[in-house]
């Protein structure tokens, strides 16, 4: 029996995402394209892995046993080659790194530049994925590693995944210049009640936070915008049109905001995780320490504010 790489990966995503329709999308594939090469697999492994119910299909019992076998092969065998590629030879070849926006900003894209100048064989790809998006996207093995954060309760992370502490960063009011309580102490919510509020989008981290303080404070905010950027955020407050909540690491100085802590402080835990099983390869290990000593300035700012 000869497994194919490549439609083991399928496999895998199928288990992740649930359809062959969402498997298709992944992979920039014809639904019909990944059917074909699952009925390879199956005749590859001699075993029925899939079952029609209606219009959909589902992994039989023997295809859930292939498909979280996969990623420890797949992750095994990307592995191996790492190591053969590595004999001799500087860290190279590709790393697909997720990050949400702010990580990006502050921490990714620093690291990327410092490998640039010593690894030039070292290819990263970052990808801008909020937790809920980059937790599954690692689990499926669409990116190597990841920068997310431990306080994201949707989401949590579990025992198949190794998780490297990169900082801390404080979570601040956001307001117009001109406003009252602009260049006070720290923020009791409960006095922004009234307040129109700019929000992120919908099932994102600061938006569950937002959402979750306010009501702790007693009020339910009034959203005015939601926007799937900070920048565009940041300028709905700078105009004066609404107050919001954003970690300090989002809050770029080019915005002409005021940013007040809370009378509770809040904080997040910003991570680095990868996949538990094999060993890293040498190339995402060496991403992994660049995005460690890239948060060491990112402490010292977070502790400002």
């Not at 639904?31 to 209606?54: F, N, Y």
């Not at 990868?274 to 040498?282: E, L, M, T």
């Not at 460690?292 to 300035?297: K, L, N, T």
């Amino acid at each position: 029996m000869t497994l194919n790489p490549w439609r083991l990966r399928m496999l895998n995503q199928l288990a992740t995402h649930g359809t062959i329709r969402a498997v298709a999308t992944a992979l920039d594939l014809s639904a019909s394209s990944v059917s074909q090469q699952l009925a390879l697999l199956e005749t590859e492994t001699h075993t029925k892995l899939l079952e029609r119910t209606g219009r959909r299909v589902r992994l039989t019992p023997a295809g859930l046993i292939l498909a979280r076998r996969a990623q420890a092969i797949l992750d095994h065998m990307d592995t191996v080659e790492a190591e053969l590629r590595s004999f001799g030879t500087e860290p190279a070849g590709l790393v697909r790194l997720g990050a949400f926006a702010s990580a990006i900003h502050s921490l990714a894209t620093p690291a990327v530049i410092r490998l640039a100048r010593s690894y030039p064989h070292l290819e990263i790809q970052v990808l801008e994925l909020e937790p809920h998006e980059s937790l599954a996207a690692l689990r499926s093995g669409d990116v190597d590693l990841i920068v997310t954060t431990t306080d994201f309760v949707e989401e949590p992370l579990g025992p198949d995944l190794d998780l490297v502490p990169l900082t801390t960063d404080l979570i601040v009011l956001v307001l117009p210049p001109g406003h009252p309580t602009a260049g006070r102490g720290p923020a009791d919510l409960a006095a922004y009640a009234d307040e129109a509020w700019a929000f992120d989008r919908p099932q994102s981290y600061m938006a569950g936070l937002t959402t979750r303080l306010c009501r702790q404070a007693g009020f339910e905010p009034r959203v005015v915008g939601r926007f799937s950027n900070y920048a565009t955020l940041l300028r709905h407050v700078e105009a004066g049109l609404s107050v919001a909540m954003l970690p300090s690491l989002a809050v770029d100085p080019r915005y002409h905001v005021v940013t007040r802590p809370l009378v509770v402080p809040v904080t997040r835990a910003i991570t680095a995780v990868v996949r538990r099983g094999a060993p890293p390869r040498p190339a995402v290990l060496t991403v992994l320490e660049a995005l460690r000593q890239a948060s060491r300035p990112a402490q010292g700012r977070g502790s400002t504010l």
